[in-house]
């Protein structure tokens, strides 16, 4: 058998921020329906309520003076110095995130220059060939900038690629939605290489679907549930109920195809890396997964959680959970060589997309 092309994670990086966010916190919050009344329940009912459904107990922001492509440029470093690279070999960076650096004093969009730009000048890379753009594809972006670093190598066009998940979402979240209890901060990144082997190693397969057509607005900017806000700003909104629906619909399927187009079986699967926003979801999902391959049993520690303390850090949640079992930081929750596992993730447009890997 001759040698292939394929794509390996060799190096991983993350940063978690340091201010620590309990439920508690939101006890003396003004909580509103989307109808713009004052929600009836007490705080201390709402919030329960909240951790019930989502697993969350707390939840981690960045300092006032960070933004996107700092924290992104951190969890760089990070990568940079556990694979040990030559900064200047990059063939690409790619920063996924949705929002760009929204100030703490100032909640505007800000994308000019891309982040992705932005993080290679604070990484002092002089290399005109490191060619640096953003993706912005809801949750799963991160996701998806490994699926195009997979492409480029297999192209032959890239040997070693930079792809990062950054996302500030406490930034542009309505702190009269309950929903806003959500949502984190974090940064997470990954260096892919070419190697060629004789046996499948790396990426195996993934797939990637857009549903638009009816499902596009079920995540969305809008204004606050509190009327006296100023209707100019708008915040990150969703459609729990339908959200949970589509997920439960699609996410499952998704994986079960990715699995199949490798050539593989559940039983194959060591570890289910699944982007967390609901650990109810996706317990759900898990369990739906299992049942299309026919399957009863779910080993145990297959879906590591992060959810409970670093709630939903957007593009950041699969980069972050792959670095800390690369680096032993979560109990029961090895990677050895030769075991596959798979990604998946879910979000705004509505984007679903997954990924098979074989550890080296």
Not at 36 to 64: A, L, M, P, S, W
Not at 215 to 242: C, E, T
Not at 251 to 274: E, M, R
Request: aromatic residues 10%; negative net charge; hydrophobic residues 40%.
């Amino acid at each position: 058998m001759g040698k292939k092309l394929y794509s390996i994670i060799t190096g991983s990086g993350s940063y978690i921020p340091t201010n620590i966010v309990k439920n508690a916190s939101f006890l003396t919050s003004e909580f509103y329906e989307v109808t713009g009344e004052r929600i009836e329940k007490t705080n201390e009912e709402i919030v329960e309520k909240f951790r019930q459904i989502t697993d969350i107990d707390e939840r981690r922001y960045v300092d006032d003076e960070f933004v996107t492509s700092d924290i992104g440029f951190f969890a760089a470093l990070d990568a940079i110095d556990s694979s040990k690279v030559d900064k200047e070999t990059f063939d690409y960076i790619i920063v996924a995130h949705n929002f760009g650096d929204v100030r703490f004093s100032n909640k505007k969009v800000d994308i000019v220059p891309t982040l992705a730009s932005r993080v290679k000048f604070k990484l002092g890379i002089q290399n005109p060939n490191t060619v640096a753009y953003d993706l912005p594809f809801g949750c799963p972006g991160w996701l998806q900038a490994l699926i195009q670093a997979d492409y480029y190598i297999k192209s032959g066009d890239a040997k070693r690629i930079l792809v990062i998940g950054a996302e500030t979402l406490s930034r542009i979240a309505d702190p009269h939605d309950r929903d806003s209890m959500i949502y984190s901060d974090g940064a997470g990144a990954v260096i892919v290489e070419a190697i060629e082997s004789e046996v499948p190693v790396g990426i195996l397969s993934h797939k990637t679907r857009t549903d638009a057509a009816d499902h596009a607005w079920l995540l969305k900017m809008d204004k606050s549930y509190n009327p006296v806000i100023d209707n100019d700003q708008l915040f990150l909104k969703m459609n729990g109920r339908k959200l949970y629906e589509y997920a439960l619909t699609t996410v499952p399927q998704l994986i079960k195809d990715t699995i199949d187009k490798a050539g593989l079986f559940i039983n194959n699967i060591k570890k289910v890396l699944i982007h967390q926003a609901n650990a109810k979801m996706d317990d759900a999902m898990l369990a739906r997964l299992f049942r299309l391959f026919g399957e009863k049993k779910i080993p145990e520690n297959i879906m590591p959680m992060t959810i409970s303390k670093f709630g939903n850090n957007s593009v950041a949640t699969l980069p972050i959970l792959l670095d800390l079992m690369l680096k032993g930081r979560l109990k029961n929750q090895q990677l050895n060589s030769g075991d596959d596992f798979v990604f998946a993730s879910v979000g705004a447009g509505m984007n679903v997309n997954a990924l098979v890997y074989r550890m080296q």
